[in-house]
């Protein structure tokens, strides 16, 4: 008798609050997007959505750094005021461990066939899916035409390409023209990652080979970047391309935005990477979507997730904003400034690795971190360095597993 | 109670102030305290097992059937079998690991030198020139509205903001180097300052007092001006010039002030941290304050903590010799 | 001091070189709000202005936007109150302070800058998650009460000082006179107090109006004018950001020039007795 009331009461308020979603209920989405990715969303993405489950959605800005510590608070407090967010996927691990967000693997099938499989192994966390695909990204190596015209120099498409232009353009201007992201926070760690996959290293085994051959190399390096390199972020190093203090770095494409409209420098183009010992790689990264724990609209929260990985709404942020597609069936044009850049971004993605969805990143970070302050800035023995790192990452790899 | 009854007025005047006070700041302060004694990885493993089993147990007062709810149940016995097994690891109870390991860090120890060199530095040419300006402004003459007004203008900008002028001024190709190029006084190479040294404590004091100084007029003014014009006037009498009566009359009775004023810059001086992140960044000018910022920002909450109580522990040691210096200097004065 | 100590050459020179040194990032800023990019990013910066000259583009995209004046709003409301809820509280409590005993009253103003020495983002979380269990997200009373928690320990320092400041012997004799101590309080006590309780006041209101860490948690959707500002410059939107904070510079103008008036005439009525 007891279950049979308890399992009505549980219809009649599943049906209750499927009734309440679909008539005037509010949507909260969080992401980190700028003003013109903003306007797409709510001119473009957001109505349709809107008029079809009878909803209104709020839609919040927040910084990639700052939603970790926005979310946990409002978790902590019970206070749970985002239902979905757009998550810059840097380090996700944190999310899980401190166990903000729903477990998505019952809705698996939310993820339709088209979406790169690829993109969703990633996602999984102790074999619990935890993140839906949004969009990849991927960084490109930006580049100054007047300087680079085939004449005076040409792009570099392997490391010592690279190395050899670094030093021919500080003699040519006594300064480095060259950077790295060099703040020895999560930017340095990205590029880093990149350089021991091009070497065919392992980032979490630290000092192999691979790694070695990385570290070697951006030690011979440093010398002839850019004293800004120390200061170069994926935000600053749009201002020193814009300002000729660079005429040569990698970044996401955020900085086409802010490079060639903003700033208005349409002598600034991008390509894909240059090649390692072991190849071309970049790193992955761009934003998943993640549904909070204690929200109170997680059905319209995964509609919403569905909605965003569908083809119409895929398709829609390629000719609207040049965001590389989840899926393969997400063809369109891009707007012709950004053909150039959308080029370069397909071609990074093709050579795109993802970094290991371990719990212990920012262990990892800060190890990457450490050795490049020692061995690329200080100029200490790589090997010695390495395994010292190497152990004591392990070390608390394991502790955190 | 006849304490109570004399006194009725200014506890009542006291204690709002102080509940506020003590709810706010001291105890997070303290529950950070003992943060800092916990080693950092069994902080970390406890913090995680911590709040699962606050989670599940959310989750199992809300827990839609008695399936999940018995899932939940299991997770959380193992969750405290887990953290049963921490408490006896040999990393718990209270350990002096984090600070063992700052004090060993390389990089800590240069972060120590610069806070106190930019600190001591900044507070004595924030002093002079203050005081200078304060005096000055202490005189009638014509446009002291105005020059007051722009001395106190870098007060309103928020620190985001003139952290970023800055920049844009410090840059290599920005616009002091733009001055010294067309002055003649820069070679081929435009200088880096943020290349870490004395060159970027110098540029990280720079930038900071110009945000601050209007701050510290503004206290010096108010100290001045509190001394009656009796004093002025009697001082005037006996002739003597104006420096000596400036060190033997105004100074010793702007003490209260000053001492403030020096007390409040210096705990924000040691705490220094949008500007310096941003001018120079931590490969070459790393901070006791951005030190901690990074390892919060890592999930180290023990070693963050570690590294803002010895912050703390150095504030409290300068100011308490500061007071003690001045308490000693007023009773042979006395 | 005697007048001859400043000669008016020197004096002028020197004032003339402070104020240039002083006021030249903000026209940089100012700058930077009105220029063409293509005038800004370049190698080689023009000091006074380029060659392009001025532009309202960013001004217009700042107005346009929706969003200057809730934030505008926001942070003028929240930063008043604080300033007079601030004073309110700190004020009686700084008096008290000031006239105990000398061992009590080092405890006390240990008590009160202890809680400034410690660095901000670990205790901002803390604080910010009771908060929001009080329910006060995204509202200007939340804030208001962060801001509170920053702004009391100084507030109360300054005040101590000045109410150090105030010789025991006027209080004394105004209980003398057969004064009731509200009535020395009001009579003798407060004007005088009130060149340091106006400094103590805009300071306040300045921290308020400037304030960023609380901000950032305990807002959502209403961003307050520095928390705009900052997400503008966390992109490299320099211009966007460089016209929204001379928007925040402005009222601090006016007011600077408004109070700083104030507190000579309030010295004049106290110090001549």
Redesign the interface.
Known sequence: MHHMVRATLGLLLSSLAMVTCSSGETLSIAASLGENEWKVMREHVFPPFEARENCRIRAVNIEAGDTLKKLEVMHRANRMSIDLVLLDNMNLAPYVEKRLLLDLTKYQALIDPEVDASLVQPLTFHGQLMFFPGRPNVQITYYNTDVFNGTTQTIPETWDALLEVAKQLKAAYKVGKVAVHGTLDGNTTAQVFEFITAAGGKITTFNDAGSIKAFTFLQQLYPYLSPETKKANWNTTNKFLSEDTLFLARNWPVGMQVIVQQNQKTNIKAYATWAGPAGRATMIGGDVIAITKRSSNQELALKFAGYFMSREMQTLLVTELGWPPIRSDALGSVPEWQQGFFKAIMEALRYGHYRPAIMGWSAVEKYVNLAFKDIVIDGRDVQTTLDTYARDLQEELDWLK | MRFVKTYW??????????A???G???L??L??LKESFVDQ?FG??YD?LA??RA?IT?DIAHA??NEEQRAYEKELAETTRALERLQHSPYAGVSLSNYHKLFTDR?FVKAMFNTLAITLLGLSLQFVVAMS?A??L????R?K?F????????????????A??????F?????LN??LS?LGLLG???I?W??GGWLSIGMVVFADT?KV?P?MV??F???L??I??SV?EAS?IDGSP?IY??FTV?LPLMK??I??AL??RA??A??I?ELPL?L?????TPLI?TF???E?????YNL??AS?TI??GI??IF?FTY?YIVARDRETNA | MPKKLLQPLPLYLSLAVVSLIILYPIFLMVKISASYPADIMKPHKDLLWGPAGITLEHWRNVFTSGLLVPSLFKSLLVATLVMLLAILIAAPAAYVIARLGSPFKYLCIIALFLSRTFPEVAIALPVSVVFLHWDLLDTSFGLILAHLIKVLPYVGWILIGTFEAIPLSLEEASSVDGASKIRTLRKVIFPLSLPGVAVAAMLVWLESWNEFTYALYLTVSDNTLPLQTYYYLNRGGIFNSAAYATIITLPVIVLTFILQRYITSGMLAGGVK
């Open positions: 007025l200014e506890m009542l005047m006291v204690l709002p102030l102080f506020y006070i003590i706010f700041t001291l997070p302060i529950s950070n990885r970390r493993r995680i709040s699962k989670d959310y839609p059937d990089s300006i005096l000055v202490s005189q009638p003459f446009g509205g020059f007051r007004t722009i001395v106190l203008t870098p007060l309103g900008i928020p620190t985001i903001v003139s970023t002028i800055m920049t844009y001024i840059d290599t190709s920005g616009y733009e001055v067309r081929e190479v435009p880096d943020a290349q110009w100084l701050l503004l206290l003014i108010a100290g001006e509190a009656p014009h002025h005037q104006p009566k400036f105004t209260p002030y001492t403030m007390i409040l705990i924000d040691f705490r941290f941003i120079a960044g931590t490969a070459t304050s901690t910022y990074s919060y920002a890592r999930q180290n963050s903590a803002g912050l703390m504030i409290l100011v007071l």
